[in-house]
């Protein structure tokens, strides 16, 4: 007898629809409109503020914010245009140095400008109020002059946002080198300017003097000193509170859980650096700023000033 042979018989999972072609595959493929931005942060888990790039290698890389002022400032790290020239690589990996560095220059010039100008002039040519408004421009220009790297131009705002806002440790020495020879440089070029002015008011081109040692001193005008009467405990709280109103406001400005100041934040440092000055600043001089009060001072005693610089107060500048 034979044997009959049978073949597999393969069910349809489906047999109502027809299978598609390749060529309709293709056709479905290509007509699926592209992903908008939108839904591209949403896939890949990104903030709408945060920013993503592709570094040299090809792998994906987030820019590192700190906030002074404004911890989401968009900050793309942007991919060289040109990686081989030094020039380029310096700029890509300084940049954040340089943004503070000149915004502390900034401050600077104007702050310690509009105090030589008053003392100068024996405050023919502005007043108390004067320094006060100076200050305040040189704060809210200095912040508006470094917001890429979050216009922090204050060591204690670096340190602050290290501990409270994740800004990384390992940046923190470079902001404050970079804040402190931004205020150094500053200083030098006001010193520059008024020199002549300088040695009219002093009594000679090789007489410097610092307050409380001379009736006719300059040294207040590029750092703080205190008034004569002040303890070192006076010294102590005077600074304590000017300080923690100005960190309490700029978080407070910059608190969007709160009205929050937006785009106004460098407006709002104005008024708060202007109403500091006008309601604390006269027993201390409110340096409320390590690098705006040590980089000036350096400088002042590099220019001739003397260890004075360093005593004045009873040693105030090592217990601000």
Same mark, same amino acid.
């Given at each position: 007898?034979? @044997?009959e042979?049978?073949?597999?018989v393969?069910?349809?999972?489906?047999?109502?629809?027809?299978?598609?072609?390749?060529?309709?595959?293709?056709?479905?493929?290509?007509?699926?409109?592209?992903?908008?931005?939108n839904?591209?942060?949403?896939?890949?888990?990104?903030?709408?503020?945060?920013? %993503?790039?592709?570094?040299?290698?090809?792998?994906?890389?987030?820019?590192?914010?700190?906030?002074?002022?404004?911890?989401?400032?968009?900050?793309?790290?942007?991919?060289?245009?040109e990686?081989?020239l030094?020039w380029?690589?310096?700029?890509?990996?300084? %940049?954040?140095?340089?943004?503070?560095?000149?915004?502390?220059?900034?401050?600077?010039?104007?702050?310690?400008?509009?105090?030589a100008?008053?003392?100068?002039? !024996?405050?023919?040519?502005?007043?108390?109020?004067?320094?006060?408004?100076g200050?305040?421009?040189?704060?809210?220009?200095g912040?508006?002059?470094s917001?890429?790297? #979050?216009?922090?131009? !204050?060591?204690?705002?670096?340190?602050?946002?290290?501990?409270?806002?994740?800004?990384?440790?390992?940046k923190?020495?470079?902001?404050? =080198?970079?804040?402190?020879?931004?205020?150094?440089?500053?200083?030098?070029?006001?010193?520059?300017?008024?020199?002549?002015?300088?040695?009219?008011?002093?009594?000679?081109?090789?007489i410097?003097?610092?307050? #409380?040692?001379?009736?006719?001193? @300059?040294?207040?005008?590029?750092?703080?000193?205190?008034?004569?009467?002040?303890?070192?405990?006076?010294?102590?709280?005077?600074?304590?509170?000017?300080?923690?109103?100005?960190?309490?406001?700029?978080?407070?400005?910059?608190?969007?859980?709160?009205?929050?100041?937006? !785009?106004?934040?460098? =407006?709002g440092?104005?008024?708060?650096?202007?109403?500091?000055?006008?309601?604390?600043?006269?027993?201390?001089?409110?340096?409320?700023?390590?690098?705006?009060?040590?980089?000036?001072?350096?400088?002042s005693?590099?220019?001739?000033?003397?260890?004075n610089?360093?005593?004045?107060?009873?040693?105030?500048?090592?217990?601000?």
């Amino acid at each position: 007898m034979a @044997s009959e042979q049978i073949s597999p018989v393969r069910p349809t999972q489906n047999p109502g629809k027809e299978t598609k072609t390749m060529a309709q595959e293709k056709e479905s493929i290509s007509s699926t409109p592209p992903a908008t931005h939108n839904e591209d942060l949403h896939h890949n888990h990104l903030h709408p503020h945060e920013y %993503r790039h592709t570094t040299v290698d090809g792998q994906p890389a987030f820019a590192e914010h700190g906030a002074l002022v404004d911890h989401k400032v968009p900050q793309e790290d942007l991919v060289q245009s040109e990686p081989d020239l030094l020039w380029s690589r310096v700029r890509h990996f300084c %940049r954040e140095p340089f943004s503070e560095f000149f915004g502390v220059f900034i401050l600077i010039l104007f702050g310690d400008g509009v105090v030589a100008q008053v003392v100068l002039s !024996n405050s023919t040519k502005g007043d108390y109020q004067s320094i006060s408004w100076g200050w305040g421009l040189g704060v809210m220009l200095g912040v508006y002059t470094s917001g890429i790297s #979050g216009a922090h131009i !204050n060591p204690a705002v670096t340190f602050a946002n290290c501990v409270y806002r994740k800004f990384p440790w390992r940046k923190f020495p470079v902001y404050m =080198l970079a804040q402190v020879l931004g205020a150094m440089c500053a200083s030098g070029v006001v010193y520059a300017n008024y020199k002549s002015a300088i040695d009219v008011f002093e009594g000679g081109p090789n007489i410097r003097t610092v307050p #409380g040692y001379s009736e006719t001193a @300059s040294a207040g005008i590029f750092c703080t000193y205190p008034a004569e009467f002040m303890t070192k405990t006076g010294q102590f709280f005077s600074e304590f509170i000017a300080s923690t109103i100005l960190m309490f406001l700029i978080y407070a400005l910059k608190d969007d859980a709160n009205l929050g100041a937006g !785009n106004l934040v460098p =407006l709002g440092l104005f008024f708060v650096i202007f109403g500091i000055g006008a309601c604390f600043g006269w027993e201390t001089g409110y340096a409320i700023n390590l690098a705006r009060d040590f980089g000036p001072r350096l400088m002042s005693y590099m220019l001739g000033y003397g260890m004075n610089v360093w005593r004045a107060g009873d040693y105030y500048f090592w217990g601000e």
